[in-house]
């Protein structure tokens, strides 16, 4: 199984910083990487999949970038409705998709 | 718009099953695979398996091989989870989420979530 291994586990930053949250895959995946937001007591929600593209309706402030083994979503201009849990996701091998144990992002 | 409405909480005794659903709506059922996804208290997310109710295929996680069980009723546009012999370490929220199957550099990839189950084995 290809394993996902997320950083940092948490993070805690102002309202208008950007933030960068990595992950890295045990193997290639070949871009095959999606990224998903958890707002608190909510199911999780598709921002970003291919490595760079943003789903429909998620805010441009969202990026995705990476190749290869190595991944990371940036959020630009940190704004309060972004703290969340963040996971990475590989869907380049299955059985089974696996997820990164995530990031949770607070404000400072 | 698409929706995927899960069944409600469950509180069940160890050693029981429980069997949840998910009806999907606002979207062609039969276009698009459904996975099922376990989150652990304060925990992150664990793919369980997959069925493609077009062709009544499932793939499942090693791990939960035994565990669970998917069926779909392309009829009523309802996907089911029935989990067995239910320990403590089955107490979890449950989603269902859909992705295509049709394109590799999306398949598996989790468009739409349902609101979770969330399941308790306690005695």
């Known amino acids: 199984d290809i394993q996902m291994t997320q950083s940092p586990a948490s993070l805690s930053a102002s309202l208008g910083e950007t933030v960068t949250i990595e992950c890295l895959a045990s193997?290639?995946?070949?871009?095959?990487l999606a990224w998903y937001q958890q707002k608190p007591g909510k199911s999780p929600q598709l921002l970003i999949y291919y490595a760079n593209s943003l789903n429909d309706g998620v805010p441009s402030r969202f990026s995705g970038s990476g190749s290869g083994t190595q991944y990371s979503l940036k959020i630009n201009s940190l704004q309060s409705e972004d703290v969340s849990i963040y996971f990475c996701q590989q869907n380049y091998d299955s059985p089974p998709y696996t997820f990164g144990a995530g990031t949770k992002l607070e404000l400072k | 718009e698409v929706k995927l409405q899960q069944s409600g909480d469950e509180l069940v005794r160890p050693g029981a099953s429980v069997k949840m659903s998910c009806k999907a709506s606002g979207y062609t059922f039969t276009d698009y695979a459904m996975h099922w996804v376990k989150q652990s208290p304060g925990q992150g997310l664990e793919w369980i398996g997959t069925?493609?109710?077009?062709?009544?295929?499932?793939s499942y996680n090693q791990k939960f091989k035994g565990k669970a069980t998917l069926t779909a009723d392309k009829s009523s546009n309802t996907a089911y989870m029935e989990l067995s012999r239910l320990t403590s370490e089955d107490s979890a929220v449950y989603y269902c989420?859909?992705?295509?199957?049709?394109?590799?550099?999306?398949?598996?990839?989790?468009?739409?979530w349902g609101q979770g189950a969330s399941v308790t084995v306690s005695s």
């Open positions: 069925i493609i109710p077009l062709i009544d295929t499932t």
């Open positions: 989420a859909r992705s295509s199957f049709t394109i590799a550099a999306i398949s598996g990839v989790m468009d739409a």
């Open positions: 193997e290639d995946i070949y871009s095959n």
